[in-house]
């Protein structure tokens, strides 16, 4: 089939190169969110994406908006009978939707109809899932609600990351979805509707989401830190100043008993009372400097007895 593939993050690249090193399939150009600025000198960016189909040597439409006129007037002209799509970043309206015979199909790190939405996998990390995947399906006017083509599963480990997670789901999906394009070629997929039960909804995590509650108890905080990495960060606040938590070691046996948030610091590590049992601080990151060892944090300010997080 002759495609356009839309995505814009990291996480769509093994998709695109899946498709390209298909040997069934010509990706024809790619579509991507425009070029964003990035870094201290706050220089435009192109997307990994765009990136990568430039070494690839692929047209790249970066239209501000997927309704512009000259888009759709070029999508035409290109004349796609698929649009593969993964984490594009951009509602698509109708008028799009219509243009390729096979409409656009998207891969989606979750097991529809769970986790509906533009953050699934740090959704299915604060919600404690034991297990995830991915799904396809082809897109309608709705959030994620379009009839599903296939889906991979893939178990959640105790110390996922929302980045490891989605790494390896970006790597498996990527499979699926060149399969879904090949069954979709050859007439093999029906794509089948979703089941009314099991909905769940998975809106982006803001920032204000990300912070610590160190009153809940040790496993909700464990949660939050390991859905948040690496974006948007957990984060507390410690002497009027944002401290980032990037980890934290879970300590189910640990013997003191902290009021939420309190700190013991010790030669080696870091102790922090939650609404259950203390947690070991790991890596933190202060306001304005680097990641560094809990440990060697909690030396360099100097804590004193009592002080806690979050105040």
Known sequence: MRLVFAGTPEAAVPALDALLASGRHEVAAVVTRPDA?????????????????????????????????????????????????????????????DVPPHGWVNLHFSLLPAWRGAAPVQHALLAGDEMTGASTFRIE?????????GVITEPVRRTDTSGDLLTRLALAGAGLLAATMDGIEDG??????????????APKITVEDAR????????????????????????????GERLKVRSLLPEPDAAEALAPGTLLPG???????????????DWVQPQGKKPMRAADWARGVRITEGERLGE
Not at 88 to 95: D, E, I, S, T
Not at 188 to 201: D, R
Not at 213 to 226: E, G, K, Q, S, Y
Request: net charge positive; glycine share 10%.
């Open 141 to 149: 006017e709705g959030m994620d609600t379009g009839p599903v083509y």
């Open 37 to 97: 600025r990035a870094g201290r000198g706050r220089r435009l960016v192109p997307s990994p994406v765009a990136q990568r189909a430039e070494e690839a040597g692929i047209e790249i439409l970066r239209p501000d908006r997927p309704r512009d006129t000259d888009f759709l007037t070029r999508l035409r002209e290109i004349g796609p009978d698929c649009c593969p799509v993964v984490a594009y970043g951009a509602l698509l309206p109708r008028v799009a939707l």
């Open 267 to 281: 030669k080696n590590a870091v102790r922090v009372g939650t609404g259950s049992h203390p947690v070991t601080l």
């Open 212 to 239: 610590i509650d160190w009153t809940a108890p040790a496993l909700r905080v464990d949660r939050v830190v390991r859905g948040c990495w690496p974006a948007p960060g957990a984060w507390t606040v410690f002497r």
């Open 188 to 201: 093999s997929l029906t794509p089948v509707p979703q089941p009314a039960e099991g909905v769940s909804l």
